[in-house]
DNA sequence: AAACCTTGCAACCGCAAGCGA
DNA sequence: CTCGCTTGCGGTTGCAAGGTT
């Protein structure tokens, strides 16, 4: 690789693809005696590796909770979400995910979903122009697009990148400012229409804000709140009036 | 069959945060 | 407070495999 070696001022050290030795080495080391302590952990172990590429090795493909491949409509449904409410957070995505490392995610994102995206978003800028749609009927619009009602009353995700282009065009159309400042009638019909209380949200916010916006952001994340189908969220612009608690 | 192109993904790099001395 | 070390994160690279011409 025509680029600078990792942990250079160390000679010596093997690179690039690691051997089904070198992994088994790092499993029974570890297993030994526990993750960290990466520096030493070469040299202990008898790994000719920097304590990074250890590291990297053992959280991204060694640990044994670790699935690969295969990612679900469901998982892949919620990366959407989770990346337009945070950006590029890999490791914060990857910690909603059970079982699916940041690398993963990454890589995912940009084989994957970022092209998948990128052509549904010149849809969703036409949509823009459209005159506002209130809640409630956005909301049955988009189960019209995004779910197949089955007999016994369950729904199914999405799985035409129709279906997956037609829940892009859902926007909530909604100041989330509004919330905060307790727009009580809006928060109840969208309560019963989504099953989320947004009393609760309003006092995540207070608790979790006064420490600052990305923290309130995580809180939000932990306790499930962006399972709203809030799918244009953004960071700095959705969540600037958390910038007065930082 | 061979050359070229595309894609997926493991691995590396630089930077910044956290922490202890 | 500052300095140095370690760890974690996101961006990026380059290899290998599969597909196409």
């Not at 749609?133 to 995004?146: G, S």
């Not at 809180?219 to 189908?229: F, G, I, K, T, W």
Request: aromatic residues 10%.
């Amino acid at each position: 690789m025509g680029r600078k070696p990792c942990c250079s001022k160390e000679e010596g050290l093997n690179r690039g693809a690691w051997t089904a030795i070198e992994d088994q080495i790092l499993i029974d080391y570890i297993n030994l005696h526990g993750e960290g302590k990466w520096r030493t952990l070469p040299k202990a172990a008898g790994l000719k590796r920097c304590g990074k590429s250890c590291r990297l090795r053992w959280l991204n493909y060694l640990r044994p909770d670790i699935k690969r491949g295969n990612i679900t409509l469901d998982e892949e449904d919620l990366i959407i979400r989770l990346h337009n409410l945070l950006g590029n957070r890999w490791s914060l995505i990857a910690g909603r995910l059970p079982g699916r490392t940041d690398n993963e995610i990454k890589n995912y994102w940009h084989s994957v979903l970022s092209k998948r995206l990128l052509s549904s978003s010149q849809v969703k800028e036409a949509n823009r122009n459209d005159d506002k749609i209130n809640v409630i009927d956005a909301k049955l619009e988009h189960e019209t697009a995004l779910e197949s009602e089955s007999s016994d009353g369950s729904f199914t995700l999405p799985s035409s990148d129709e279906e997956i282009n037609a829940s892009f065009n859902f926007r909530m159309d909604f100041e989330i400012g509004e919330i905060s400042n307790g727009s009580e009638g809006f928060a109840s019909d969208f309560t019963q229409l989504c099953g989320y209380d947004f009393t609760d949200m309003n006092a995540e916010i207070c608790e979790y804000g006064k420490y600052g916006k990305n923290d309130c952001c995580e809180a939000m994340v932990e306790n499930d709140y962006v399972e709203l189908e809030a799918n244009n969220f953004n960071l700095d612009s959705d969540f600037g009036f958390l910038d007065a608690f930082s």
